[in-house]
């Protein structure tokens, strides 16, 4: 469902500020489900993989951010057939 946002070219080109941004205030709900965010430690390669194996597992995501990313995908499905 979401592998079109969360694939490792499409998270670079998000970035990690704006990535950094989204995920931040779902952190006590993916903590609750045992998932951490990526570690801004980390360089670009690694950091980005940890985030794309957050996206990964849409099953053990929390309720909250699982209806942000069915949004923000059916709002990019809404543009895009404007555009064509």
Known sequence: MF???TGLDAL???GRD???RFLDPFEDE???SHIKLPDPSLGDTAYFQQAAAIFDSPGTLPDRLTITLATMAEMVRDRTRKKG
């Open 30 to 32: 993916l903590a609750a």
């Open 18 to 20: 704006l990535l950094a």
């Open 12 to 14: 670079k080109g998000i």
């Open 3 to 5: 592998k079109r946002v």
